[in-house]
């Protein structure tokens, strides 16, 4: 099996293609295959890793480098993508092949921590990435926002469309990411995609001239305003927005609009009549995943007062036994000893470096060995926390 890494024109006739016949509808009209020209450019710092035989692309997988806040550390996060084979070449284990080496590679360049939105999160575990939470779809109707119309905020909201607004939405991003766990972002040769593209209205919130909030949406013609991610970090920053989107009660009927895991919205206003949804499907609609390549990502980490050894088991890029010892408050690491009293899968690991998981869940799942003593010991390390993961690839 010949493995080899694609230039970037090269991904017009291979990888694109291949992609396509996995994600899209096809055959492909002559307009589409034109439109590969126009995304070429946003693919441009990827690594794309093909498997090819008598010179024909069996199975590609592309890498995003991409940038994570894990526990308010910013890695470098290798953002999974575009994995496909060919039909008449499926089950011969290329797509293993091919991430186990785009993943080395990934890894190698400073990549600790990768992850991607599966097809189904059964083949990924096996990879040892592990589920986060998938961001909440909130819809209501502009009339009950009515109390905000009449509210005095402090800060200022302005209106653009998103080509315009582009640089100032891309700053207020790279603060989310300093901020706020398992926040993650494209690379500037992807993300100004967002501002090419041009097909959003940006609304954003400023307070004594800071950017405390964002909003990026469309209209419909169906009368629903479609709202990406509700960026906001600070309560009056959110009013303002909301403010802002009550003003559009003569325009559309519903809003909707796409929140982390742990907003609320049924405590946003008195009588809101409020949808909030998160719906995960065994294909097609699914949770985000997450992984650590190394582990000494965690060396330093802001950890409990925790104290265990663990071994890592089952897989490629975690294994040994190792000390984990948080009682100085940072995570410190030490390599071989005796005995461990845990061990951990990747994935087992990787659900309590992220916070999604208690011991005891990883172990009811299979994603380690992991008794009563070592649970409250881990348990103390990585207190549960919420990532979100924000970008969509
Ligand atoms: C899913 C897909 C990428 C798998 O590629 P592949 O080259 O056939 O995969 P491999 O042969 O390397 O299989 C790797 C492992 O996953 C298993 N596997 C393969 N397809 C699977 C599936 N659909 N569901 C669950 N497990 C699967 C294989 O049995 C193998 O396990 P093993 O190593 O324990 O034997 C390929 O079928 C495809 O292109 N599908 C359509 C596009 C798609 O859904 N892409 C995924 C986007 S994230």
Redesign the pocket.
């Known amino acids: 099996m010949l493995i080899r890494r694609l230039a970037a024109e090269e991904r017009l006739t291979t990888s694109f293609p291949l992609q396509a016949y996995?994600?899209e509808a096809s055959p492909l009209s002559g307009e589409r295959v034109e439109a590969f020209h126009r995304y070429l450019p946003y693919n441009r710092g990827n690594r794309t890793l093909v498997v090819e035989e008598d010179g024909e692309t069996q199975?590609a997988a592309s890498a995003i480098p991409m940038r994570q806040n894990l526990r308010g550390r910013v890695l470098p996060m290798a953002g999974v993508a575009g994995?496909?084979?060919h039909p008449l070449?499926?089950?011969?284990?290329?797509?293993?092949?091919l991430l186990h080496q785009l993943l080395d590679e990934m890894r190698d360049e400073g990549h600790q921590l990768t992850a991607?939105?599966?097809?189904?999160a059964?083949?990924y575990e096996?990879f040892g990435y592990v589920g986060l939470p998938r961001t909440r779809t909130v819809r209501f109707s502009p009339a009950d926002l009515d109390p905000l119309l009449r509210a005095e905020l402090p800060g200022e909201v302005t209106w653009e469309r998103i080509g315009a607004g582009y640089a100032g939405y891309r700053a207020f991003t790279e603060c989310c990411v300093r901020e706020r766990h398992g926040f993650a972002i494209f690379p500037e040769f992807r993300a100004v995609g967002l501002r090419d593209r041009d097909d959003r209205w940006l609304v954003t919130a400023r307070i004594d001239g800071t950017t405390m909030g964002a909003l990026t949406y469309r209209i419909d013609d169906d009368g629903e305003l479609l709202g990406d991610d509700l960026l906001t970090t600070d309560p009056y920053a959110r009013a303002l927005l909301l403010q802002f989107l009550a003003r559009h009660v003569d325009q559309v009927d519903r809003i909707s609009l796409q929140v982390p895991a742990d907003e609320l919205p049924e405590l946003w206003l008195t009588d809101l009549a409020v949808h909030v949804e998160a719906r995960v499907s065994r294909s097609g609609s699914l949770a985000p995943m997450a992984r650590l390549l190394a582990l000494d990502t965690l060396a330093g980490l802001p950890a409990g007062p925790g104290r265990v050894r663990v071994e890592l088991v089952g897989d490629r890029w975690l294994a040994g036994n190792h000390l984990l010892d948080g009682t100085t408050g940072q995570l410190e690491l030490a390599a071989g000893g005796p005995a461990p009293s845990a061990t951990l899968t990747a994935a087992g690991l990787s659900a309590l470096a992220y916070g999604v998981l208690d011991p005891v869940e990883v172990d009811v799942r299979g994603l380690g060995s992991i008794g009563p003593d070592a649970a409250a010991e881990l348990r103390r390390l990585f207190p549960r926390a919420l990532p979100y993961l924000f970008a969509d690839f």
């Open positions: 996995a994600f199975a994995v496909a084979t070449a499926r089950r011969r284990g290329h797509v293993r092949a991607l939105h599966p097809f189904r059964g083949f096996r």
